[in-house]
């Protein structure tokens, strides 16, 4: 199931994302092409509309990249927000679309944005590598825990940073593993090892109990 964001501030109700058979990511709003013509001619209102269907999705974002665990990692998610808000109005000009939606243009940005900031933190230099075989297995849907917005947002903040960015951008935007790998500088094995460790250890900070009774299964 796909990761369920922690809402920030209010936001203005932005269009229905479409049906989609993989994880549906919360930035997948329909943009109205008549909004963006606007908006590229130096409409402020167009455009403030448009940050305001974004700022949610971009910030959540930002917040599970970047940890969540404290009070300063909001701060730096708002300012990943302005940040990207800033590039996307600037460069507004250069999007064409190409069969790709604008939601996607600006969500690579966002994210491009929140593993720059944290490269410049040097953070993942610090992770715990999570333990566990060198091959493992997809551990496929996460528990029916992780709906619980407060809960996922506790037990995220307690994995290593790019073992909890792999997870978000797989889980909650549809990342596949060659694309998390590019984003990452690093292979799509490593993504997929990253995932199912990581996945495996959100398991058991969601479910502690069920995770004890599977272990004691798998060693019986």
């Known amino acids: 199931m796909p990761l369920n964001p922690v809402p920030t501030s209010a936001a203005a109700t932005a269009p229905a994302p479409p049906a989609t058979a ?7 709003i329909e943009v109205p092409d008549a909004l963006l013509a606007r908006a ?19 910030f959540n974002l930002a917040l599970r990249i970047l940890g969540g665990g404290h009070a300063g990692d909001r701060d ?4 990943v ?31 491009n944005e929140a593993l720059m900031r944290l490269r410049s933190q040097r953070r993942h230099l610090h992770d715990v590598p999570l333990e566990g075989d060198d091959l493992v297995m997809d551990p496929g849907p996460l528990p029916s825990a992780a709906a619980d917005a407060a809960a996922l947002g506790r037990a ?26 590019a984003l990452m500088q690093r292979t799509p094995s490593f993504s997929k090892s990253q995932l199912a460790r990581g996945g495996r250890r959100l398991r058991e900070l969601l479910e502690p109990d069920q995770s004890g009774m599977n272990q004691e299964k798998a060693h019986a």
């Open 40 to 58: 590229r001619a130096g409409d402020r209102p167009a455009f403030e509309q448009i940050y305001r269907w974004f700022e949610r999705p971009v």
């Open 156 to 181: 995220l903040a307690r994995l290593p940073t790019t073992t909890r960015s792999v997870l978000w951008l797989y889980h909650a935007e549809g990342y596949t593993h060659e694309e998390i790998a």
């Open 76 to 79: 730096e998610a708002s300012e």
């Open 81 to 111: 927000l302005q940040e990207t808000m800033l590039k996307v109005y600037g460069k507004l000009g250069e999007f064409r679309g190409n069969g790709s939606p604008f939601w996607g243009w600006l969500r690579q940005i966002a994210v």
């Open 22 to 28: 993989g994880p549906r990511s919360s930035f997948a």
